[in-house]
């Protein structure tokens, strides 16, 4: 099976504007996760997407969004984008009512200048 | 929501040493416990995982130990390598919820 697999991988914005990604799961899992990486604080949860349906989510502002589609792939946006935005954004799918092992796929390098 | 705290952010031990990682988790209804490594400039990867019936797992030179009463579980690598130089993260998880992470833990292993 491929992996999770997940575009762009690198992207360059300036403060204000906004930016989508994508990730496209596993085939077969239904859910997927975002999360944002930046040194110190780990992996901080942003949302799950579960059957279209947001789930889950983390404490983060407004400007973050995502939604799901049918076939399970999954978009993240961030409007008014800021300096602190700046992240590696990764996202991982998993089965659920199978194991709950989740699975990342590369990740989206932002830089927000 | 689930809180992990996971110590020490960094780690240095010397080739053939053993590491000890050790995580706790706020929720005791969490019940499945992953361990990841992230290399440098790569996607995180389950390592290892061990769910609230268990108390220790073994995989070869990894093992984790869970204390369900105490909420805490360890990361134990043995004869670590300078391959195992990465970041590893503790995880929590419940059904229902998001797998919450750690802020995770810089291991060396100098030659």
């Known amino acids: 099976k491929a992996g999770v697999t997940q575009t762009p991988r690198y992207l360059i914005k300036t403060r204000g504007q906004q930016v989508t990604l994508s990730c496209s799961p596993i085939?077969?899992?239904?859910?997927v996760s975002w999360y944002q990486q930046t040194p110190g604080q780990g992996l901080q949860f942003l949302f799950e997407y579960f059957s279209e349906t947001q789930r889950n989510k983390g404490n983060f502002p407004g400007r973050f969004s995502g939604r799901q589609f049918s076939n399970s792939r999954s978009e993240m946006n961030v409007s008014t984008l800021e300096l602190g935005d700046s992240a590696l954004y990764l996202c991982a799918s998993r089965n659920p009512g199978g194991t709950e092992t989740q699975y990342f796929g590369p990740g989206t390098r932002l830089l927000v200048l | 929501g689930e809180n992990v705290e996971q110590h020490p952010s960094t780690l240095s031990v010397q080739e053939g040493d053993s590491a000890v990682i050790k995580c706790t988790y706020s929720?005791?209804?969490?019940?499945?416990f992953p361990w990841y490594k992230q290399e440098l400039g790569k996607r995180p990867q389950l390592i290892i995982d061990i769910r609230s019936n268990v108390g220790e797992k073994k995989d070869q030179r990894i093992a984790v130990t869970l204390n369900k009463t105490a909420k805490h579980f360890s990361l134990h690598i043995t004869e670590t390598q300078p391959e195992d130089s990465a970041v590893y993260f503790c995880?929590?998880?419940?059904?229902?919820?998001?797998?919450?992470f750690g802020k995770g833990t810089t291991l060396s292993v100098s030659s």
């Open positions: 085939s077969g899992h239904r859910s």
């Open positions: 995880a929590a998880f419940q059904a229902g919820t998001a797998l919450i």
């Open positions: 929720d005791s209804a969490s019940n499945y």
